[in-house]
């Protein structure tokens, strides 16, 4: 016989798990990949769209006609937002809650919104018809026999 026995070891509060697969990650290796394979994929671009993105300019051997388009011509969600650039804006200050010592209300459930129907007599009773008079027979489950 084998005695395995397990080592019971109390979490510590606050605790959480956290699985370590390949080790401890060293972020400056991390971070030099990152940017080489950003160039990559930088110079990758460069030479399918013959176009300089670092500064924003077409490469002079370019087989396309590069032209800048104005902001009205380009859909909303393309455009950078704009912020003012006002030195006076100042976050709202925090209100304080009014009702702080109520309690929650419970979350309404989504059927809280649906309108009440009920079924007229004559839904029921169609529906009773179109049950019975289905071609698909009702499933038996077959009696045990006894040998």
């Not at 160039?39 to 032209?67: A, C, I, K, T």
Request: proline content about 12%; aromatic content about 6%; some cysteine.
């Amino acid at each position: 016989m084998c005695n395995v026995q397990r080592a019971e070891v109390a979490p510590r509060p606050g605790s959480r798990a956290c699985r370590n697969l390949f080790g401890p990650v060293d972020h400056g290796e991390l971070s030099g990949e990152l940017h080489a394979r950003l160039r990559e994929m930088q110079e990758e671009g460069s030479r399918r769209w013959d176009f300089d993105f670092e500064r924003g300019v077409p490469l002079p051997s370019s087989r396309y006609v590069w032209e800048e388009s104005g902001e009205e011509t380009v859909p909303h969600f393309y455009r950078t937002p704009r912020t003012p650039a006002t030195p006076d804006c100042t976050p709202p200050a925090p209100t304080a809650r009014s009702g702080a010592n109520k309690r929650a209300q419970p979350a309404a459930a989504i059927t809280d919104f649906f309108p009440v129907r009920k079924k007229t007599k004559v839904v029921a009773v169609l529906c009773d018809k179109l049950r019975s008079a289905s071609p698909i027979p009702t499933e038996h489950t077959p009696r045990k026999m006894i040998r």
